[in-house]
């Protein structure tokens, strides 16, 4: 029997997405948006997921985050072990900003304490089955949110090679799937170029 083959599911936050998300996160973090239970959505939870919006790190990388990795002056943590070995995860000022937030939970080497002592936080699904609901997002997984990433990056001009490095990517093969978003920028590009260049003619 032949399988069909299975297609890469593509998800994308628009710009107008993004503004919902961050929306939700910061009602979250002020305890105006609560779960279904009326209880307060989780701080630390919701540090992490803002961290992932920021990073376009794997969710297992910021879960597992440790203090000692981190240089903070040069805005990034040197990560041991992560899916494709050793590689730098690069923070800008608001990354670094959602670090110093995240310190008054420091309790241990980890960046986001899970409830057992020395241990990570270990899921952040409940947290952000809150989010989504509230910012209309219900189709975006977590995963998701490291295509955003990407997309961003390629949509304000950067290479794929570029783009490769910060997600930590090993194969040019696994950057490749953006290819598509660089070539429609390209196309916007020629665009923006043909009617500049149609309208010397007149």
């Known amino acids: 029997m032949t399988k069909f083959k299975e297609e890469k599911r593509k998800r994308y936050l628009s710009r107008e997405e993004y503004t919902s998300l961050f929306a939700a996160l910061d009602a979250a973090e002020m305890g105006t948006l609560l779960t279904e239970k009326g209880s307060r959505v989780s701080p630390i939870a919701c540090a992490a997921i803002r961290l992932l919006l920021l990073t376009g790190a794997r969710k297992s990388e910021i879960l597992g985050l440790e203090w000692s990795w981190i240089n903070q002056s040069g805005g990034f ?60 997002i219900k189709d975006v997984r977590l995963h998701d949110l490291r295509h955003s990433y990407a997309s961003v990056g390629v949509s304000g001009g950067m290479s794929l090679p570029q783009i490769g490095k910060l997600l930590g990517h090993s194969s040019p093969q696994t950057t490749a799937r953006y290819a598509h978003l660089a070539d429609e920028v390209q196309h916007q590009s020629a665009a923006l170029i043909g009617a500049q260049l149609t309208a010397r003619k007149s």
């Open 77 to 136: 943590a040197d990560l041991p072990d992560s899916k494709t070995g050793t590689r730098r995860l690069y923070f800008d000022e608001s990354a670094l900003a959602v670090l110093e937030t995240t310190a008054q939970f420091r309790d241990g080497p980890f960046v986001f304490p899970g409830a057992n002592p020395g241990k990570p936080l270990m899921d952040i699904k409940k947290t952000w089955e809150v989010l989504r609901v509230a910012a209309n």
